[in-house]
Antibody, heavy 119, light 110 residues
Framework: QITLKESGPTLVKPTQTLTLTCTFS??????????VGWIRQPPGKAVEWLAV???????RYMSSVKSRVTITKDNSKKQVVLTMTHMDPVDTATYYC???????????WGQGTVVIVSS | QSALTQPASVSGSPGQSITISCSGTSSDVGSYNLVSWYQHHPGQAPKLIIYDGSKRPSGVSNRFSGSKSANTAALTISGLQAEDEADYFC??????????FGGGTKVTVL
Protein backbone atom coordinates (compact mmCIF):
# COMPACT_ATOMS: atom_id res chain seq x y z
CA GLN A 1 0.00 0.00 0.00
CA ILE A 2 1.39 3.36 -1.06
CA THR A 3 1.03 6.27 1.33
CA LEU A 4 2.44 9.78 1.49
CA LYS A 5 2.13 12.00 4.53
CA GLU A 6 2.98 15.66 4.81
CA SER A 7 4.24 17.26 8.00
CA GLY A 8 5.25 20.77 8.90
CA PRO A 9 4.02 23.97 10.52
CA THR A 10 0.46 25.15 10.09
CA LEU A 11 1.30 28.81 10.70
CA VAL A 12 4.24 30.66 9.23
CA LYS A 13 5.03 34.36 9.49
CA PRO A 14 5.66 36.46 6.38
CA THR A 15 9.33 36.42 5.28
CA GLN A 16 9.98 33.19 7.18
CA THR A 17 11.12 29.94 5.59
CA LEU A 18 8.71 27.02 5.29
CA THR A 19 9.99 23.49 5.60
CA LEU A 20 7.65 20.63 4.74
CA THR A 21 8.53 16.97 5.00
CA CYS A 22 6.91 14.17 3.05
CA THR A 23 7.29 10.70 4.52
CA PHE A 24 6.28 7.97 2.12
CA SER A 25 5.93 4.21 2.14
CA UNK A 26 5.07 1.42 -0.26
CA UNK A 27 7.54 2.44 -2.97
CA UNK A 28 11.15 3.39 -3.46
CA UNK A 29 12.52 6.65 -4.78
CA UNK A 30 15.37 4.68 -6.32
CA UNK A 31 13.06 2.96 -8.81
CA UNK A 32 13.45 4.16 -12.38
CA UNK A 33 10.82 6.70 -13.38
CA UNK A 34 9.59 7.44 -9.89
CA UNK A 35 9.46 10.96 -8.54
CA VAL A 36 8.03 12.75 -5.52
CA GLY A 37 6.70 16.24 -5.88
CA TRP A 38 4.83 19.01 -4.14
CA ILE A 39 1.61 20.56 -5.29
CA ARG A 40 -0.45 23.22 -3.56
CA GLN A 41 -3.97 24.58 -3.68
CA PRO A 42 -4.68 28.07 -2.35
CA PRO A 43 -8.17 28.50 -0.86
CA GLY A 44 -10.73 28.72 -3.65
CA LYS A 45 -8.07 28.53 -6.34
CA ALA A 46 -6.64 25.99 -8.74
CA VAL A 47 -4.12 23.31 -7.96
CA GLU A 48 -0.55 24.40 -8.71
CA TRP A 49 2.51 22.22 -9.23
CA LEU A 50 5.61 23.44 -7.37
CA ALA A 51 8.50 20.98 -7.63
CA VAL A 52 9.47 17.38 -8.25
CA UNK A 53 12.56 15.27 -7.59
CA UNK A 54 13.18 12.03 -9.44
CA UNK A 55 14.92 8.78 -8.70
CA UNK A 56 17.97 9.93 -10.68
CA UNK A 57 18.30 13.22 -8.71
CA UNK A 58 16.70 15.31 -11.47
CA UNK A 59 14.77 18.23 -10.03
CA ARG A 60 12.31 20.59 -11.64
CA TYR A 61 10.68 23.70 -10.27
CA MET A 62 7.77 25.91 -11.24
CA SER A 63 9.35 29.01 -12.74
CA SER A 64 7.56 31.53 -10.54
CA VAL A 65 8.89 29.96 -7.31
CA LYS A 66 12.19 28.60 -8.59
CA SER A 67 14.30 31.20 -6.75
CA ARG A 68 12.59 30.41 -3.43
CA VAL A 69 12.15 26.64 -3.48
CA THR A 70 14.45 23.69 -2.88
CA ILE A 71 13.45 20.02 -2.96
CA THR A 72 15.66 17.28 -1.57
CA LYS A 73 15.33 13.59 -0.82
CA ASP A 74 16.62 11.06 1.67
CA ASN A 75 16.13 7.60 0.21
CA SER A 76 17.03 5.78 3.40
CA LYS A 77 14.49 7.72 5.45
CA LYS A 78 11.96 7.67 2.60
CA GLN A 79 11.49 11.38 2.93
CA VAL A 80 11.34 14.35 0.59
CA VAL A 81 11.73 17.86 1.96
CA LEU A 82 10.45 21.07 0.43
CA THR A 83 11.95 24.35 1.57
CA MET A 84 10.35 27.63 0.54
CA THR A 85 11.92 30.92 1.56
CA HIS A 86 10.43 34.39 1.93
CA MET A 87 6.91 33.16 2.60
CA ASP A 88 4.07 35.54 1.78
CA PRO A 89 0.34 35.47 2.56
CA VAL A 90 -0.28 34.46 -1.08
CA ASP A 91 1.53 31.21 -0.28
CA THR A 92 -1.32 30.24 2.05
CA ALA A 93 -2.56 26.92 0.70
CA THR A 94 -3.01 23.22 1.23
CA TYR A 95 0.28 21.58 0.30
CA TYR A 96 0.20 18.06 -1.09
CA CYS A 97 3.00 15.54 -1.36
CA UNK A 98 2.59 13.46 -4.51
CA UNK A 99 4.14 10.49 -6.29
CA UNK A 100 5.01 10.94 -9.95
CA UNK A 101 5.48 8.31 -12.62
CA UNK A 102 7.75 9.83 -15.21
CA UNK A 103 6.09 12.78 -16.90
CA UNK A 104 2.90 10.83 -17.34
CA UNK A 105 1.00 11.14 -14.13
CA UNK A 106 0.70 11.71 -10.43
CA UNK A 107 -0.55 8.37 -9.27
CA UNK A 108 -0.78 9.01 -5.53
CA TRP A 109 -1.44 12.04 -3.36
CA GLY A 110 -1.11 12.66 0.33
CA GLN A 111 -4.01 14.07 2.33
CA GLY A 112 -2.42 17.51 2.28
CA THR A 113 -1.33 19.89 5.01
CA VAL A 114 -2.65 23.40 5.50
CA VAL A 115 -0.11 26.20 5.66
CA ILE A 116 -1.25 29.69 6.66
CA VAL A 117 1.06 32.63 6.19
CA SER A 118 0.11 35.39 8.58
CA SER A 119 1.71 37.67 11.11
CA GLN B 1 -6.28 32.15 -13.76
CA SER B 2 -5.48 28.49 -14.40
CA ALA B 3 -3.28 27.31 -17.22
CA LEU B 4 -5.97 24.85 -18.37
CA THR B 5 -9.60 25.93 -18.63
CA GLN B 6 -12.42 23.85 -17.21
CA PRO B 7 -16.09 24.70 -16.62
CA ALA B 8 -16.71 25.64 -13.00
CA SER B 9 -19.58 23.23 -12.63
CA VAL B 10 -21.41 20.44 -14.43
CA SER B 11 -24.51 18.62 -13.23
CA GLY B 12 -26.53 15.62 -14.26
CA SER B 13 -29.13 13.19 -13.05
CA PRO B 14 -28.32 9.67 -11.93
CA GLY B 15 -27.74 7.41 -14.90
CA GLN B 16 -26.95 10.25 -17.28
CA SER B 17 -23.61 10.97 -18.92
CA ILE B 18 -21.70 14.19 -18.45
CA THR B 19 -18.56 15.53 -20.09
CA ILE B 20 -16.01 17.90 -18.59
CA SER B 21 -13.74 19.77 -20.98
CA CYS B 22 -10.15 20.82 -20.33
CA SER B 23 -8.86 23.40 -22.75
CA GLY B 24 -5.16 24.03 -23.13
CA THR B 25 -2.73 25.12 -25.82
CA SER B 26 -0.35 23.66 -28.37
CA SER B 27 2.34 23.81 -25.66
CA ASP B 28 0.61 21.39 -23.34
CA VAL B 29 -2.57 19.44 -24.14
CA GLY B 30 -2.03 19.75 -27.87
CA SER B 31 1.60 18.60 -27.83
CA TYR B 32 1.52 15.65 -25.49
CA ASN B 33 -0.72 12.70 -24.84
CA LEU B 34 -0.01 13.24 -21.14
CA VAL B 35 -3.32 14.50 -19.81
CA SER B 36 -4.49 13.10 -16.51
CA TRP B 37 -7.69 13.55 -14.58
CA TYR B 38 -8.26 13.51 -10.83
CA GLN B 39 -11.32 13.09 -8.66
CA HIS B 40 -11.26 14.99 -5.39
CA HIS B 41 -13.75 14.52 -2.61
CA PRO B 42 -13.30 17.32 -0.04
CA GLY B 43 -11.15 16.25 2.88
CA GLN B 44 -9.69 13.29 0.99
CA ALA B 45 -6.61 12.84 -1.15
CA PRO B 46 -7.20 13.42 -4.86
CA LYS B 47 -7.48 10.21 -6.86
CA LEU B 48 -6.10 9.50 -10.33
CA ILE B 49 -8.88 8.31 -12.63
CA ILE B 50 -7.46 8.82 -16.15
CA TYR B 51 -3.88 9.10 -17.40
CA ASP B 52 -2.17 9.40 -20.77
CA GLY B 53 -5.37 10.90 -22.09
CA SER B 54 -7.57 7.83 -22.00
CA LYS B 55 -6.08 5.10 -19.82
CA ARG B 56 -7.70 4.01 -16.56
CA PRO B 57 -5.67 2.87 -13.56
CA SER B 58 -6.52 -0.51 -12.17
CA GLY B 59 -9.60 -0.35 -9.99
CA VAL B 60 -11.12 2.74 -11.60
CA SER B 61 -14.62 2.24 -12.92
CA ASN B 62 -15.02 1.97 -16.71
CA ARG B 63 -17.75 4.59 -16.38
CA PHE B 64 -14.88 7.09 -16.54
CA SER B 65 -13.35 7.70 -19.95
CA GLY B 66 -10.97 10.25 -21.40
CA SER B 67 -10.40 11.69 -24.84
CA LYS B 68 -8.57 14.47 -26.61
CA SER B 69 -9.01 16.56 -29.73
CA ALA B 70 -6.40 19.14 -30.67
CA ASN B 71 -5.83 21.35 -27.61
CA THR B 72 -8.83 20.14 -25.64
CA ALA B 73 -9.14 17.07 -23.47
CA ALA B 74 -12.36 15.72 -22.05
CA LEU B 75 -13.52 13.47 -19.24
CA THR B 76 -16.80 11.65 -19.63
CA ILE B 77 -18.64 10.07 -16.74
CA SER B 78 -21.34 7.70 -17.89
CA GLY B 79 -24.09 6.20 -15.74
CA LEU B 80 -23.70 9.03 -13.24
CA GLN B 81 -23.94 7.91 -9.62
CA ALA B 82 -24.30 9.81 -6.36
CA GLU B 83 -20.76 8.85 -5.37
CA ASP B 84 -19.44 10.67 -8.44
CA GLU B 85 -20.32 14.01 -6.86
CA ALA B 86 -16.88 15.58 -6.36
CA ASP B 87 -14.42 18.04 -7.82
CA TYR B 88 -12.56 16.96 -10.96
CA PHE B 89 -9.43 18.56 -12.33
CA CYS B 90 -7.21 17.92 -15.30
CA UNK B 91 -3.45 18.09 -15.62
CA UNK B 92 -1.10 18.15 -18.58
CA UNK B 93 2.62 18.00 -19.05
CA UNK B 94 3.89 21.18 -20.66
CA UNK B 95 6.68 21.93 -23.10
CA UNK B 96 8.49 24.02 -20.50
CA UNK B 97 9.04 20.87 -18.46
CA UNK B 98 6.33 21.60 -16.00
CA UNK B 99 2.85 20.41 -15.17
CA UNK B 100 -0.19 22.61 -15.58
CA PHE B 101 -3.60 22.13 -14.04
CA GLY B 102 -7.17 23.08 -14.71
CA GLY B 103 -9.19 25.15 -12.30
CA GLY B 104 -11.40 22.23 -11.38
CA THR B 105 -15.02 21.34 -12.09
CA LYS B 106 -17.60 20.65 -9.42
CA VAL B 107 -19.84 17.79 -10.46
CA THR B 108 -23.29 17.75 -8.91
CA VAL B 109 -25.59 14.76 -9.12
CA LEU B 110 -29.13 16.08 -9.14
Amino acid sequence: QITLKESGPTLVKPTQTLTLTCTFSGFSLTTSGVGVGWIRQPPGKAVEWLAVIYWDEQVRYMSSVKSRVTITKDNSKKQVVLTMTHMDPVDTATYYCTKFLGMSRIDYWGQGTVVIVSS
Amino acid sequence: QSALTQPASVSGSPGQSITISCSGTSSDVGSYNLVSWYQHHPGQAPKLIIYDGSKRPSGVSNRFSGSKSANTAALTISGLQAEDEADYFCCSYSSISTWVFGGGTKVTVL
